[in-house]
């Protein structure tokens, strides 16, 4: 880490009652750094709770959205306005509400990798650590429409025995993992747990052990009695697993699963963000105030309250 420029951060933080998000695929120096490393809902839950007036967040932009609309009256800031996530823009608000022409009885069911217009037409909202209890919150005989992760999708569907009418959007970094990587890295370690994030294709997922969250994998791995892990998801989070877990070995399922926005964000950008109070991350208000119904929606659904390294309902599933 540089020190000097993580001093200049912490002044400057100070300064602006500032408090630093970040989310478990962020680079390592930058979890370090951060007040608070989590998955997507412990972020969410976190930037909802904070009483910082300023809220810089290390991770993409859906997430920061999310932030925005969860805390209207602070200032929310991405470090790299180019952050983006590729998964979200597979739909927009338009295209979903076309889909609830089509199926208009139906409940539509956000992941939270999506826009906040998307989001504002959405009924509920999940996460990948909860999107099982949200769905079966939902009445036995509604339709239910579920965006924009197939991957996802799919596996609540198997676990719930809920049909749900799929958007065919996918994260183009967990599509990178090969049923080949799996199956080789089992050969490399053959007394590792495979842990996989619900986002990977379903063949990826079958060969798996866990189907986990980023916040549950954290979890599973301090709680297992598992010497060795196989990560199946962003290799960001090894260093935290590694950091928590100094007797225990993880190893990337494939080094391609790296996400190049997660990475854009670095300490100088964090600096600057601070220097200059950019990017401000602003929904505007009747969007926000839709999209917020589906953000509580989800809350309400959950009986746990997550906290920055543990957002995990429950045991992991398979
Ligand atoms: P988690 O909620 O498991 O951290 O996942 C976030 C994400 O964006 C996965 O691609």
Redesign the pocket.
């Given at each position: 880490m540089n020190v000097q420029l993580s001093e200049k951060i912490q002044q400057l933080k100070k300064e602006r009652n500032a408090i630093i998000l970040a989310?478990?695929?962020q680079p390592g120096e930058i979890q370090d750094l951060a007040d608070f490393t989590g998955?997507?809902?412990a972020l969410s839950v976190k930037a909802a709770g904070t009483e910082a007036d300023v809220i810089v967040f290390c991770g993409v932009r859906f997430m920061a959205e999310t932030a925005a609309i969860l805390s209207p009256g602070k200032t929310v800031l991405l470090p790299d306005k180019h952050a983006g996530?590729p998964?979200a823009d597979m739909i927009t608000a338009e295209q979903l509400r076309e889909l609830k022409r089509n199926h208009p009885d139906a409940a539509a069911v956000c992941y939270?990798?999506s826009s906040a217009e998307v989001k504002a037409e959405s009924d509920y909202c999940c996460?990948?650590?909860n999107a099982i209890e949200v769905v079966e919150s939902l009445p036995g005989n509604k339709e239910i429409i579920f965006v924009p992760d197939q991957h996802l999708g799919r596996f609540v569907s198997e676990k719930t025995g809920r049909e749900m009418i799929l958007w065919p959007g996918y994260?183009a970094?967990?599509a990178a993992i090969t049923e080949d990587d799996i199956k080789n890295a089992r050969t490399a370690y053959p007394d590792a747990v495979v842990m996989a994030?619900p986002?990977c294709t379903e063949p990826v997922k079958k060969l798996s052990d866990q189907i986990l969250?980023?916040?549950q994998m954290l979890k599973y791995a301090r709680q297992s009695e598992a010497k060795r892990f196989i990560v199946a998801t962003?290799t960001g989070i090894i260093h935290t697993l590694k950091k928590e877990n100094p007797g225990k070995e993880f190893f990337p399922a494939s080094k391609r699963a790296v996400c190049p926005n997660m990475k854009r964000i670095t300490l100088e950008k964090v600096l600057w963000s601070l220097e200059d109070m950019h990017y401000q991350v602003i929904v505007p208000e009747q969007i926000r105030t839709r999209a917020k119904n589906a953000l509580d929606r989800m809350v309400k659904v959950l009986p746990a309250s997550p906290d920055s390294r543990q957002a995990s309902r429950g045991g992991p599933t398979k």
């Open positions: 989310h478990n695929y998955d997507s809902l996530c998964l939270v990798n996460t990948s650590s994260c970094t967990h994030h986002e969250s980023t916040g962003e």
